[in-house]
């Protein structure tokens, strides 16, 4: 073989080389969008600066410190999936929403899909760093072996790459069918009064309850309010919230049932006895 090389097996060797440089740069910036965007929790006026930081924190993120990442929030073997907002976390004062799209995978093939990943990674850190060290690109038969070499590391990138490009697919289309049940009664009544499709809920995060503190919070005389007072300023600024809409017949019931208030009774000045109460903190 020729030890001068034409120029056009050198100039082919780094056309191949820049093709699997791009590829590899689409990887990245796609695994990039999934990370910053599949996961967010907190107060709601706070999620789109909670997006905007993730973006800003992965931009310069090495893709070994991204496959990390991947397969520790994203990725996930079955029976790891973490809780997103755990009730401690979630302030009572103000909506609180979290949402987290992920994989989960049976252990074995999690360990073989994160053992590929990190092995492209490895086949990138020696394209970028030792190809010249491996092939000789100054004879024609350095050339025709990396550029062999270069095709088949192509095909492996692509291979990922279209794995990857399925993954965001499936979590799109999750993310248009949640934004879809957004617009329905149920994720209403999910979020603002706490009812679950199938009819449970727990007090605490009820919307009568939160409607009942924040009329509390504007009635209160020595830290008691008058519940019918209470009730009046709730059909006003909360017209939805109603004892019916969580099987109770009266208010009353409701203070009782959802074990939040103290209750009491005080005879008025007409003599009639006037229900009276105050959150219990």
């Keep these: 073989m020729s030890e001068n090389p034409a120029p056009e097996l050198q100039r082919d060797a780094q056309r191949l080389l820049g093709r699997c440089m791009l590829r ?56 790891q999936e973490q809780e997103i907002l755990p009730d401690a976390k979630v302030a009572t004062d103000q909506i609180s929403f979290g949402f987290r799209f992920s994989m989960s995978m049976p252990e074995e093939r999690w360990n073989v899909t994160k053992t590929a990943i990190e092995e492209l990674v490895s086949m990138r850190n020696d394209l970028v760093h030792h190809l010249i060290e491996r092939f000789d690109l100054w004879t024609e038969q350095g050339c025709i072996e990396v550029a062999c070499h270069l095709r088949e590391c192509y095909d492996r990138i692509d291979r990922h790459y279209e794995e990857l490009v399925g993954w965001a697919r499936t979590m799109d289309e999750a993310r248009s069918r949640m934004a879809s ?27 009568i309850v939160s409607a009942l503190r924040e009329a509390a ?65």
Excluded at 32 to 48: D, R, S
Excluded at 69 to 76: A, D, G, I, P, R
Excluded at 185 to 205: K, Q, T
């Design 217 to 281: 919070d504007s009635l209160a005389v020595d830290g008691w309010t008058v519940l019918d007072r209470a009730k009046d300023w709730i059909a006003a600024a909360h017209p939805d919230q109603t004892p019916e809409k969580y099987s109770c017949r009266t208010w009353p019931q409701v203070l009782s049932e959802s074990r939040q208030f103290d209750l009491l009774y005080r005879t008025g000045d007409d003599g009639r006895r006037v229900a009276w109460f105050r959150p219990r903190r």
């Design 181 to 207: 049940f957004a617009q329905t009664r149920e994720f209403h009544d999910i979020l603002v009064n706490g009812i679950d499709p199938d009819g449970n809920f727990a007090w605490s995060h009820t919307g």
């Design 24 to 79: 590899i740069q689409q990887y990245e910036r796609l695994m990039k969008a999934i990370l910053a965007h599949h996961e967010l929790a907190g107060p709601a006026e706070t999620l789109e600066s909670q997006r905007a930081e993730r973006v800003t924190k992965l931009a310069d993120k090495t893709l070994g410190t991204l496959v990390k990442t991947l397969f520790e929030s994203y990725v996930v073997r079955d029976g």
